[in-house]
């Protein structure tokens, strides 16, 4: 099997017993022996990631006083031990930082934590002071990825976040967007700015990210995030009583979760997808996308023909 330039390492496929008892209701779910979970290659640095990440917006923005006795707690249970790194937050989720921050402390098996959060405010000091408090709600001392959150007043936070990647306080810097906008502003950042990531939309019905922004990141060596994988949540309204056709198996997808999210995954440029939800079943659907084999382009292109009909 072949999936571009990114490691495959062989890993049990489902090591949680909590996971592993959702089976029997997840629909079509394969319970694989041995998988190979799908980790790809973060280019500024050759550092090796899961492909399959988590956002937090909506779903975590809950009481953050009784996230860790909540039903969360499985959720984010099942994201580590199903070989899941990467969170994705923000100051704008309300308490999702917060909340996101509670669950990791409670869980278990959490030694490929990856934190991605925000800053969205205007300002130096306001910057600041916002990081140091999403640091404070996630529960550490570095943060692994921190992204201007739409492009909001890059011209100050850049300054501060290489200072910061400097100090050692956080490893990577990164930008977002999400459903089309700013795309013109992010391509031209993209080619000036030092940045290591960036996050957009990019699905199986939203596909302008393929016409500029993920060549750029390739040609450029910027690791890419990928947000709103099921437009945030209408793809599933679009198959609603629709059988996954046979030759999905194929690429070891059974469901049409795995569907969206393996068309996304097998794009050459894409490094890690944060599918948000609040339900045990659908973090277990959404972690098992991220094993085994990966549709072709030919097989993609068939993807989308398909999808198209319906
Ligand atoms: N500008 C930005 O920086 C920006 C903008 C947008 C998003 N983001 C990030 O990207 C993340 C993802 O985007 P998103 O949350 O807007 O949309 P999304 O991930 O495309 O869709 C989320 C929705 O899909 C449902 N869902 C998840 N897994 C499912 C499954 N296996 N089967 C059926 N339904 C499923 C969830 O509901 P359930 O809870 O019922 O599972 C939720 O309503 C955000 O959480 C955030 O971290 C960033």
Redesign the pocket.
């Known amino acids: 099997m072949k999936l571009f330039n990114d490691e495959i390492s062989r890993r049990q496929f489902l090591k949680s017993s909590a996971a592993a008892s959702l089976v029997s209701f997840v629909p079509g779910f394969v319970l694989a022996a041995e998988s190979a979970v799908i980790k790809k290659t973060i280019p500024s640095t050759g550092e090796h990631l899961s492909v399959m990440g988590l956002?937090?917006?909506?779903?975590f923005n809950v009481d953050s006083d009784n996230a860790a006795n909540s039903p969360l707690i499985a959720v984010m249970q099942a994201f580590f031990d199903n070989d899941g790194q990467l969170i994705?937050?923000?100051p704008m989720y309300g308490s999702a930082e917060a909340v996101t921050g509670a669950l990791v402390k409670q869980a278990e098996n959490k030694q490929g934590l990856f934190t991605a959060t925000?800053v969205w405010t205007d300002g130096k000091r306001q910057g600041i002071e916002q990081m140091e408090r999403s640091m404070r709600r996630l529960g550490v001392d570095r943060i692994d990825l921190m992204q201007i959150?739409?492009l909001r007043d890059w011209r100050t936070h850049i300054d501060t976040l290489i200072d910061w990647k400097a100090q050692g306080r956080i490893r990577y810097i990164g930008i977002?967007?999400?459903h089309g906008r700013y795309h013109a502003e992010l391509e031209k950042l993209m080619q000036q700015l030092p940045l290591d990531f960036v996050?957009f939309s990019y699905n199986i019905v939203d596909r302008t990210a393929e016409q500029r922004l993920l060549p750029i990141a390739r040609e450029k060596g910027i690791a890419t995030l990928i947000?709103?994988?099921?437009?945030?949540?209408s793809l599933?309204y679009k198959v609603r009583g629709q059988s996954l056709p046979d030759w999905a198996a194929e690429f070891d997808c059974a469901s049409w979760?795995q569907f969206f999210l393996k068309f996304v995954a097998a794009h050459p440029a894409v490094t890690c997808i944060?599918?948000?939800?609040?339900?045990l079943k659908?973090m277990v659907?959404?972690m098992a996308a991220g094993y085994g084999r990966l549709p072709d382009e030919q097989t993609r292109r068939r993807m989308i023909k398909l999808i198209e009909t319906m």
Do not use: E, L, M
């Open positions: 956002g937090t917006s909506r779903t994705d937050s923000s925000k959150h739409n977002t967007t999400s996050q947000n709103r994988p099921y437009q945030r949540g599933f979760g944060i599918p948000a939800t609040s339900k659908h659907d959404n």
